[in-house]
């Protein structure tokens, strides 16, 4: 069992939060009861992971989207049930956006990138004013469309690939979720490929002009891994029962 404040100060000093201009808060979200012994984690404050959270008896759910994204906004519609159900429940809500994207072994792209067998070789992709991606190399070169296929068992989810020019694929740079806007740093920084969650429109021209490759892996699925690890991790900490809820989301 661990103290509501205590928990969120042990995260924010882990993720170190403070760093981070988000675009909404990150810690605590909503408070709930005091004392927390069963910590819920999703990669989304959805009202069924609030829902599942509340029905698994979680005293705080730990997400990386939250649901508070720095615009004042009326309570209504699917924010006043997301909120109605952490209300009733008296379940805290810990969020960590950037902070989880950016940590350099606990986030998201530190642990797709260690999924993927890469060694871990620093920092790229700025964002408001962070750097949040992570770059990698390869054990070994793979061809452009077994590393797709690889990527879809990794991350179990169907890939987009947008090809580059190499045919073969050594250095890459994750950034997980809507990370597609860092492809031109991808290449920059010398990967042969971006790995993100998804691909737009232009994403497919930008790979060809590039040559870096784009593999668009699920914006869900790249970000159902970290938050849940670092449950696991302050839940040992801590003594806490770790509830992990991997809801559906094929997008
Ligand atoms: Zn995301």
Redesign the pocket.
């Known amino acids: 069992m661990i103290q509501r404040t205590a928990l969120t100060a042990d995260l924010d000093r882990l993720l170190e939060a403070a760093r981070f201009r988000d675009y909404g808060p990150n810690g605590l979200q909503v408070e709930g009861r005091p004392e927390i012994r069963r910590l819920a984690t999703s ?2 404050a959805s009202l069924a992971a609030c829902r599942a959270a509340a029905l698994a008896g979680a005293d705080a759910l730990l997400v ?2 939250g649901l508070l994204w720095g615009r004042c906004e009326p309570i209504t519609g699917p924010l006043r049930a997301r909120l109605g159900v952490l209300l009733r429940a008296e379940m805290s809500l810990l969020a960590y ?1 950037l902070p989880l ?1 950016a940590h350099p072994e606990l986030g ?1 792209n530190a642990v797709a990138l260690g999924r993927l067998g890469a060694v871990a070789e620093g920092a790229f992709a700025e964002h408001r004013g962070a750097l949040i991606g992570r770059l990698g190399t390869l054990p070994a070169t793979e061809d452009p469309l077994a590393f797709g296929r690889r990527l879809e068992v990794v991350f179990q989810h169907p890939v987009l690939h947008c090809p580059g020019s190499s045919s073969a694929i050594r250095r890459i740079g994750v950034v ?3 990370g597609q806007g860092h492809l031109l740093e991808a290449a920059a920084a010398g990967c042969d490929a971006l790995v993100t ?1 998804e691909a737009s429109e232009q994403s497919w021209h930008e790979a060809a002009e590039s040559g870096c490759h784009l593999f668009a892996c699920g ?2 699925a ?2 159902d891994l970290a938050v849940h690890a670092l449950g696991a991790l302050v839940g040992e900490r801590h003594g806490l029962i770790h509830l992990p809820l991997h809801l559906p989301n094929p997008v």
Do not use: I, S
């Open positions: 990669a989304t990386h989207h956006h994207d998201n997980t979720g809507g969650g914006h869900h790249t970000e």
